[in-house]
Structures are given as structure tokens and as C-alpha cells.
């Protein structure tokens, strides 16, 4: 049995978008939207990536730090109108999920600009202040932590997630957190 403590946090666009958090240029950076062609290029370099078509043809949507073409930090954002993040069960909401940076290039601050991107692509694709944009790490990541706490988010919850994996059961339990718009407790 696996048992997991996961922070939730949330902020507004508006918040986060007056604030100029991008700081410490490392290089050349694109910030660049995960296609089907792009991802097509990303084959066996980036952990994960054999999910990436499935998810963008779910619905998600996904983007990519690049430096020279290569790739530096990947993040992905469910939306009202996309399944739930991948690690949760309800959704509705517009939630940040499985970002990771090259483990070369941690502590340059590249999942902090990609929060802000894809917090800059949730309010383009119509993410009200009211709303708010959400994101989850677990309590033990402290670099994930720090990166969200700098960006600007604040702590709004707590999901506790209990696996079972004998039994193949993964109980999902929200705290504390807001109802989401179909009127579920937090995406949990
Ligand atoms: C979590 C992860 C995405 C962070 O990426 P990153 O690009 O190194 O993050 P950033 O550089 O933007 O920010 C990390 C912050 O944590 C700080 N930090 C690093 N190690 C730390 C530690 N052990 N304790 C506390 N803070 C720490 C850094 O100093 C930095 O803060 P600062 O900008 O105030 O100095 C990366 O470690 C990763 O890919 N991990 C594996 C995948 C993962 O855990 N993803 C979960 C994302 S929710």
C-alpha cells in the first residue's frame, strides 16, 4: 500500500500574469505548444512522451521549453472541456499537471516559467480570475513546492491518495478544497 500527500494550490491569471517572475534568462528559450509533429520529435528523450499523443487527442494541452531545439522542461494543463489530470479523478478545472525538467538543467528555474506559460495559456483559453488555475505536488517534492510557492500560488487544500495495488485500487481523497464548475469538491 502506497500513501501519498499531495499540496493543492491555485491562483488567479491576473495574479500571476502582473508579476514578473520570469527572471534569470538561461540561454535561448522558446516556449513552444506540444503538437502531434513536435512531439513526434521529442520520441524517447523526455519520460513519458509515449503518452503525449494520447493526451493532446483527450484533450490536454501541453507545452515545450526548448533551448536549441532541445528540450529543457515539459508541462501539461487539463481544462473544463478535457478528462481530468491524469493523477486525479474529477475535473472541471483548469489544473497543471505532469511538468518536468531535464535533470540537468534543475534549479535554473525553467518549471517556474513554465507555470507562468501554462498559467498564460489557461487565461487565453478563457480562464476567468474567479476560477482560478490549479496545480498539485506532492508535500515531499520540496523543489516543486518552492517553484509553486515562488510563482505566486497559494496552498488551498490537500488530496490524500491511498494505492492499493493488489487489489488495483487507488482511493482519492480531497480536503479543503473548492467545488469545481460541475459542482464536485476540488478534481480529487
Ligand atoms: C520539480 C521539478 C519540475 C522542478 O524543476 P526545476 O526547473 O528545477 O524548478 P525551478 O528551478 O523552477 O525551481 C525550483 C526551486 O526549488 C528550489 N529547490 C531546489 N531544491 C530544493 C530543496 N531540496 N529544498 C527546497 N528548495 C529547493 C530551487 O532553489 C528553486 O527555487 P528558487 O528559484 O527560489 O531558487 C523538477 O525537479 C523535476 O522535473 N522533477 C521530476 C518531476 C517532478 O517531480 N514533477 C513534479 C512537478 S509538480
Do not use: K
Request: net charge positive.
Amino acid at each position: 500500500m502506497t500513501f501519498h500527500v499531495l499540496n493543492v494550490y491555485r491562483a488567479t491569471p491576473g495574479s500571476i500574469l502582473a508579476r514578473d517572475v520570469v527572471a534569470r534568462p538561461v540561454g535561448r528559450l522558446d516556449l513552444l505548444d506540444l503538437d502531434e509533429p513536435r512531439i513526434g520529435t521529442l520520441a524517447g528523450s523526455v519520460p513519458g512522451v509515449a503518452q503525449f499523443i494520447p493526451w493532446l487527442r483527450a484533450g490536454y494541452r501541453g507545452l515545450l521549453l526548448a533551448e536549441n531545439s532541445a528540450w529543457v522542461c515539459v508541462g501539461w494543463l487539463a481544462t473544463p472541456a478535457s478528462p481530468p489530470p491524469v493523477h486525479l479523478r474529477n475535473g472541471g478545472a483548469y489544473w497543471i499537471f505532469n511538468c518536468h525538467t531535464r535533470a540537468d538543467r534543475r534549479g535554473e528555474g525553467h518549471y517556474q516559467r513554465m507555470l507562468v506559460g501554462l498559467v498564460q495559456l489557461a487565461a487565453r483559453l478563457g480562464c476567468a480570475d474567479e476560477e482560478g488555475i490549479f496545480v498539485d505536488a506532492l508535500a515531499s517534492n520540496a523543489p516543486a513546492v518552492a517553484a509553486i510557492e515562488r510563482v505566486g500560488f497559494r496552498r488551498v487544500g490537500t488530496i490524500i491518495q491511498v494505492e492499493i495495488s493488489r487489489l488495483g485500487l487507488r482511493l482519492t481523497v480531497p480536503i479543503g478544497l473548492p467545488r469545481n464548475r460541475t459542482g464536485v469538491p476540488g478534481p480529487g
